[in-house]
């Protein structure tokens, strides 16, 4: 009964990824403590996320999920870019910044929270995503310019839910597994 009772309690290894489940001598004492693989697999899951904003948005040169202070959680180089374009970290910080603003100007005007920001440019499409708790997924991918200002961004939104909605699922999962140590 005791076991039952506690087992309900702890997350479902086929939902949450491995988990070591050790039974510590009795009916009532169950330990759940995520193995150091959960941490790999989440890492993996957030990379192969990425590859997949790649086929998205097509020549993406860089991205990265970072706070709002510009701390970078997780990051690809994924192309070669422009050879006259600013420098991912440069970009970064900005696109934080940009974030920041968007909120406070949303605020001020008593508008709901953006999820989602793009910056169109004559050849590149810097764009930014709320994730999971104060993250967001920043890119920037480059284009022919007939085709960065026509690039339906929209369409390229509908197909980023699940994307989002994966990497949040891994950051809470990442920040559950630091938090418990």
């Known amino acids: 009964e005791g076991r039952n009772k506690i087992?309900?309690?702890?997350?479902?290894?086929?939902?949450?990824?491995?988990?070591?489940?050790?039974?510590?001598?009795?009916?009532?004492?169950?330990?759940?403590?995520?193995?150091e693989d959960v941490k790999g697999e989440l890492h993996t899951i957030i990379q192969q996320n990425f590859r997949s904003v790649g086929k998205i948005f097509g020549n993406t040169a860089f991205i990265c999920i970072m706070t709002l202070d510009s701390k970078i959680v997780a990051e690809r180089q994924m192309g070669a870019g422009q050879a006259n374009s600013s420098s991912p970290v440069d970009v970064i910080e900005q696109m934080g910044s940009l974030k920041k603003a968007a909120e406070n100007f949303g605020s001020i005007?008593?508008?709901?929270?953006?999820?989602?920001?793009?910056?169109?440019?004559?050849?590149?499409?810097?764009?930014?995503?709320?994730?999971?708790?104060?993250?967001?997924?920043?890119?920037?991918?480059?284009?022919?310019?007939?085709?960065?200002?026509?690039?339906?961004?929209?369409?390229?939104?509908?197909?980023?839910?699940?994307?989002?909605?994966?990497?949040?699922?891994?950051?809470?999962?990442?920040?559950?597994?630091?938090?418990?140590?």
């Not at 491995?18 to 193995?35: D, T």
Request: with cysteine; hydrophobic share 40%.
């Open 7 to 35: 087992s309900r309690l702890l997350p479902d290894p086929a939902q949450s990824g491995r988990l070591l489940w050790a039974a510590l001598g009795g009916e009532n004492m169950i330990c759940c403590c995520p193995s």
């Open 109 to 181: 005007l008593h508008c709901s929270k953006c999820p989602v920001i793009h910056i169109k440019g004559n050849n590149q499409i810097f764009s930014c995503y709320d994730l999971w708790g104060h993250n967001i997924l920043v890119f920037s991918s480059y284009y022919h310019r007939a085709i960065a200002s026509s690039f339906n961004t929209a369409g390229a939104d509908n197909q980023m839910k699940a994307i989002v909605a994966s990497l949040s699922a891994a950051l809470e999962q990442l920040d559950k597994i630091d938090k418990g140590r």
